[in-house]
């Protein structure tokens, strides 16, 4: 049947690609979709692993029931991971299969209880227990915060297959070529790097816990629940993983900037110009008006060297900079380079705020700090492409 495509023989994915919600979470673009990655396991019991979101349940069940025996039903739906992404088919698919128990561990009982009114039936799985289901045996580990408190992973001992849920996944829909070694990996590791900066990101110090609890398993393939399945190369995406929520970072600086009427934006461009004449090879800058911050927040969390730039707007920071050092602050984003710029007229606020920000204790300020009144003058100017030199020269350090 279309869409459903082994994995490993009697392990299906089952799994949805969505191309038509623009935002996820509501915040999150998709411009290339994502998928709902669930899979099906067919010993003597059957077992579905992690769920859909609720917009896909009549397609998503009908690839269920055509891997059932005739008559037959899901013994056992594992819910590794509560947020509606994968939660949002479990009502309907309890009232297809009502005799279906939900596995999950206490915290998720209390999550299903409170979306969606069920008690009934639900299993609760302590941190190692396992599941027998007849020629498969499925060992749960639990990983709070990798992304919610009840998230936790399920690993299949014979065919050592990790469904690890939001972990390891990104965004983009997968449309047929569902496995690492036939998928475009420059573009899913950038939508991955995007998914873990925006959505896990802040839980960086809880995925390290989690690596270091996975760590002896012996894992053929990782299954995550968004974005490619790993079955040639399962270690370079924990490899990533490890990186990124070691805050490792790559010789570059990201150039965020504001501006209403250009003259913040003369001194970026003398920032920039100052990285080009450094031979900065990597370099982005991004309008922060104009470039969603999902796509900033991957540079951001990508290379040593971030410099802010902000114009004051009503004695603060220009409100989009505003946002986006609200989800920094959030995301506790820590060892790297930060140099701050910007400009006021009637009333200083930006520098003031973006230098505060700078000062977290978790970021190293390189200077100069450069703000200017109204327009920048040759000396303002000057010290932007200061402020570019010396920033080359640290995240080459
Ligand atoms: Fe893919 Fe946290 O949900």
């Known amino acids: 049947m279309l869409g459903i495509i082994p994995v490993r023989e009697n392990m299906f994915w089952i799994g949805m690609n969505d191309h038509e919600t623009d935002l996820f979470e509501s915040i999150w673009p998709l411009p290339r979709g994502v998928s709902y990655n669930s899979f099906l396991v067919r010993g003597e019991k059957i077992a579905v692993i992690d769920a859909v979101?609720?917009?896909?349940?009549?397609?998503?069940?009908?690839?269920?029931?055509?891997?059932?025996?005739?008559?037959?039903?899901?013994?056992?739906?594992?819910?590794?991971?509560?947020?509606?992404?994968?939660?949002?088919?479990?009502?309907?698919?309890?009232?297809?299969?009502?005799?279906?128990?939900?596995?999950?561990?206490?915290?998720?009982?209390?999550?299903?209880?409170?979306?969606?009114?069920?008690?009934?039936n639900v299993i609760s799985v302590d941190d190692g227990s396992s599941l027998d289901l007849g020629g498969f045996k499925l060992k749960f580990f639990l990983t709070p915060m990798v992304h919610w408190p009840e998230t936790m992973v399920t690993y299949e001992e014979t065919q050592k297959v990790l469904f690890s849920c939001d972990a390891f996944g990104g965004f983009g829909a997968l449309d047929n070529r569902i496995f690492d070694d036939e998928s475009d990996l420059v573009y899913f590791e950038n939508e991955i790097l995007r998914y873990y900066s925006n959505i896990v990101g802040r839980y960086s110090n809880m995925v390290q816990r989690a690596i270091d609890k996975l760590k002896d398993l012996e894992i053929a393939v990782i299954a995550p629940s968004h974005g490619p399945i790993w079955r040639k190369n399962p270690a370079h995406i924990i490899a990533l993983y490890d990186?990124?929520?070691?805050?490792?970072?790559?010789?570059?600086?990201?150039?965020?900037?504001?501006?209403?009427?250009?003259?913040?934006?003369?001194?970026?461009?003398?920032?920039?110009?100052s990285l080009a004449e450094e031979k900065m090879e990597k370099v982005r800058v991004h309008d922060i008006s104009r470039s969603h911050v999902s796509f900033v927040l991957v540079d951001i969390w990508r290379f040593r060297g971030m410099i802010l730039g902000s114009p004051t707007y009503n004695t603060k920071l220009f409100p989009p900079m505003q946002s986006l050092v609200h989800i920094l602050e959030n995301e506790e984003v820590r060892n790297r380079f930060i140099g701050v710029f910007g400009s006021y007229s009637w009333s200083k606020g930006a520098v003031n705020a973006l230098h505060e920000f700078a000062c977290c204790g978790r970021l190293t300020l390189v200077e100069p700090v450069v703000e200017a009144k109204c327009a920048p003058t040759a000396a303002d100017l000057e010290q932007c492409r200061l402020l570019g030199k010396n920033m080359a020269q640290m995240v080459r350090r």
């Open 53 to 120: 979101k609720s917009n896909f349940i009549a397609a998503y069940t009908d690839k269920i029931r055509a891997l059932l025996p005739p008559g037959g039903s899901v013994d056992y739906l594992i819910v590794n991971h509560m947020e509606p992404d994968h939660s949002g088919a479990l009502k309907a698919m309890r009232g297809i299969f009502p005799d279906m128990k939900i596995v999950g561990n206490k915290k998720t009982a209390e999550f299903i209880r409170d979306f969606y009114g069920i008690a009934d």
């Open 243 to 273: 990186r990124w929520s070691r805050h490792e970072t790559e010789e570059g600086v990201v150039l965020v900037y504001a501006s209403m009427y250009g003259n913040t934006c003369r001194m970026m461009e003398a920032i920039s110009q």
